[in-house]
């Protein structure tokens, strides 16, 4: 039995809407678990999940284990750092080694680009991708368009910019194809360097211009300037990005109407971003972090067993 | 149904009615407004949803769909009465108990069921019962209600009428 989201949740891309809207759907009742005296769930007991993180993540790794534990799951956290991995031994040999100890699921954030769909195509336990190179973060993807239907109800013709990196965002990506998939309209923005060229053809709209994105927009997606990839030259300065393409409540109080601010951490306060609007009432970055735990349960829960039975859930007694 | 749980919830002080997903809610609904000119204080109304806590999770097989769970954090001392359309094995009510359980020590747990179909599976016995009928394991027991089905009704189908 192949489970609705298949044996591994690698990005957006391929998903459906269909299957997009189930994991939201699934994820709105685990919210309240988190709101439990007991914040835990028996759904996952017996399951081995191992996270194996090749590179630095606070937000995303403890988000995910959370998740796993919330749902009863015995979790083992790998870093490279440490480890086998850096006496030089390969993804998929710590991958076999680990699955040889009978675990049922692996996160895995690597550096590398399609490292989440190698390692799925090579083990039989489940894949979950928790960001893998500049190409995709498939659940914070998911919190995002969660954070913005709890705000706007529907995602259908909804108007999202992500301003900033979009060339070394993973983030940008997912949310680019889950948008898409959902029926919103997305746009892009951020200096030329940082922009890939030929885009558009994800069916994106290119701002050059942060005022003119503003002006259209219903919410920003602003993206981390992610300065420990930028080998050189691709702003002349922070103040600089700060002053052209920075959210700043003197940038947001020009726009027709007030825009839902997202960012998926952690932020350069002053940089990407003013405190005043990350702190702001339109602001909806501390909201994202609580919905990552609830998109996270619910994508494990589907990836354990089979697609969600919606005719006979309840008959049998 | 509503008389004979007045009749044990009588000395309870604030008593929490309590629907399992999806038929046990909207029964709850229907009784909490005959129950509750005979309470002294108020009737709270939550709701329960036990596809986490079941048994049969780890069996491969389809996901049940989750649905909300709405209990007071705090239910020490309270008295619950669970609500459920069908009582059949008993391991909705063993789940629901071990739900239960996880939000606090109720003073007691009274269980109300609309139609009581034998073959249980657990030692579980419900307090207040609608009907009871004689059913065979491959019978199909269905309760509909106005709110989700169109009409009220308790539709039994026997395995060998087929």
């Given at each position: 039995m192949t489970s609705l989201l298949g044996k591994d949740l690698v990005g957006l891309e391929r998903l459906t809407r269909e299957q997009i809207t189930a994991i939201l759907d699934t994820a709105e009742p685990f919210k309240e678990v988190s709101e439990r005296p007991i914040k835990k769930v028996p759904a996952l007991r017996g399951k081995t999940i191992v996270n194996l993180f090749f590179e630095a993540s606070t937000r995303t790794r403890i988000s995910f284990e959370f998740a796993e534990k919330r749902l009863s799951a015995d979790t083992v956290n790998v870093q490279s750092a440490g480890s086998s991995v850096s006496k030089g031994e390969t993804l998929v040999d710590t991958a076999r080694n680990l699955e040889a100890m009978?675990?049922?699921?692996v996160v895995i954030r690597h550096g590398a680009s399609g490292a989440a769909s190698f390692l799925g195509d090579r083990i039989r336990s489940n894949v979950i991708n928790a960001g893998d190179g500049k190409h995709e973060h498939p659940t914070q993807g998911l919190l995002d368009l969660l954070t913005l239907r709890d705000r706007f109800g529907s995602l259908e013709g909804l108007k999202v910019c992500i301003v900033g990196d979009?060339?070394?965002s993973r983030v940008a990506r997912s949310n680019i194809w889950g948008l898409r998939h959902m029926g919103a309209e997305v746009g892009v923005c951020g200096p030329a360097t940082l922009v890939p060229r030929d885009?558009?053809?994800?069916?994106v709209t290119v701002f050059r211009r942060v005022e003119e994105a503003i002006q259209w927009a219903d919410a920003l997606n602003v993206l981390r300037l992610q300065l420990e990839r930028?080998?050189?030259?691709?702003?002349?300065s922070l103040r600089e990005y700060n002053r052209v393409f920075g959210i700043t409540t003197e940038k947001l109080t020009r726009a027709p109407k007030d825009l839902l601010i997202l960012h998926p951490g952690p932020m350069n306060r002053g940089v990407e971003i003013d405190s005043d609007v990350a702190d702001g009432?339109?602001?909806?970055i501390l909201p994202q972090v609580t919905n990552g735990v609830a998109v996270r349960m619910a994508v494990l829960y589907l990836l354990a067993g089979g697609a969600p039975d919606w005719a006979t859930s309840g008959a049998d007694k | 149904m509503a008389s004979e749980l007045v009749a044990e919830t009588a000395d309870a002080t604030a008593p929490v009615l309590v629907g399992i997903q999806r038929r046990g809610v909207e029964l709850a609904e229907r009784l909490a407004p005959l129950l509750e000119p005979h309470l002294a204080g108020t009737l709270r109304r939550d709701t329960l949803d036990i596809t986490l806590y079941r048994d049969d999770l780890q069996a491969i097989g389809p996901r049940p769909v989750v649905r909300e769970t709405r209990l007071p954090p705090d239910l020490d001392g309270a008295t619950v009465i669970i609500v459920d359309d069908v009582l059949f094995t008993g391991r909705t009510v063993r789940a629901a108990l071990d739900e239960i359980a996880d939000f606090g020590r109720p003073q007691r747990i009274l269980l109300a069921v609309l139609v009581d179909r034998g073959g249980r599976e657990l030692p579980i016995a419900a307090d207040v019962i609608g009907v009871r009928v004689e059913t065979g394991p491959g019978d199909q027991v269905n309760v509909l209600v106005a709110e989700l089905d169109g009409e009220d009704a308790v539709d039994l189908q026997r395995a060998d009428a087929s």
């Amino acid at each position: 039995m192949t489970s609705l989201l298949g044996k591994d949740l690698v990005g957006l891309e391929r998903l459906t809407r269909e299957q997009i809207t189930a994991i939201l759907d699934t994820a709105e009742p685990f919210k309240e678990v988190s709101e439990r005296p007991i914040k835990k769930v028996p759904a996952l007991r017996g399951k081995t999940i191992v996270n194996l993180f090749f590179e630095a993540s606070t937000r995303t790794r403890i988000s995910f284990e959370f998740a796993e534990k919330r749902l009863s799951a015995d979790t083992v956290n790998v870093q490279s750092a440490g480890s086998s991995v850096s006496k030089g031994e390969t993804l998929v040999d710590t991958a076999r080694n680990l699955e040889a100890m009978r675990i049922d699921m692996v996160v895995i954030r690597h550096g590398a680009s399609g490292a989440a769909s190698f390692l799925g195509d090579r083990i039989r336990s489940n894949v979950i991708n928790a960001g893998d190179g500049k190409h995709e973060h498939p659940t914070q993807g998911l919190l995002d368009l969660l954070t913005l239907r709890d705000r706007f109800g529907s995602l259908e013709g909804l108007k999202v910019c992500i301003v900033g990196d979009v060339l070394h965002s993973r983030v940008a990506r997912s949310n680019i194809w889950g948008l898409r998939h959902m029926g919103a309209e997305v746009g892009v923005c951020g200096p030329a360097t940082l922009v890939p060229r030929d885009i558009e053809a994800l069916g994106v709209t290119v701002f050059r211009r942060v005022e003119e994105a503003i002006q259209w927009a219903d919410a920003l997606n602003v993206l981390r300037l992610q300065l420990e990839r930028m080998q050189g030259g691709f702003i002349p300065s922070l103040r600089e990005y700060n002053r052209v393409f920075g959210i700043t409540t003197e940038k947001l109080t020009r726009a027709p109407k007030d825009l839902l601010i997202l960012h998926p951490g952690p932020m350069n306060r002053g940089v990407e971003i003013d405190s005043d609007v990350a702190d702001g009432e339109h602001s909806v970055i501390l909201p994202q972090v609580t919905n990552g735990v609830a998109v996270r349960m619910a994508v494990l829960y589907l990836l354990a067993g089979g697609a969600p039975d919606w005719a006979t859930s309840g008959a049998d007694k | 149904m509503a008389s004979e749980l007045v009749a044990e919830t009588a000395d309870a002080t604030a008593p929490v009615l309590v629907g399992i997903q999806r038929r046990g809610v909207e029964l709850a609904e229907r009784l909490a407004p005959l129950l509750e000119p005979h309470l002294a204080g108020t009737l709270r109304r939550d709701t329960l949803d036990i596809t986490l806590y079941r048994d049969d999770l780890q069996a491969i097989g389809p996901r049940p769909v989750v649905r909300e769970t709405r209990l007071p954090p705090d239910l020490d001392g309270a008295t619950v009465i669970i609500v459920d359309d069908v009582l059949f094995t008993g391991r909705t009510v063993r789940a629901a108990l071990d739900e239960i359980a996880d939000f606090g020590r109720p003073q007691r747990i009274l269980l109300a069921v609309l139609v009581d179909r034998g073959g249980r599976e657990l030692p579980i016995a419900a307090d207040v019962i609608g009907v009871r009928v004689e059913t065979g394991p491959g019978d199909q027991v269905n309760v509909l209600v106005a709110e989700l089905d169109g009409e009220d009704a308790v539709d039994l189908q026997r395995a060998d009428a087929s």
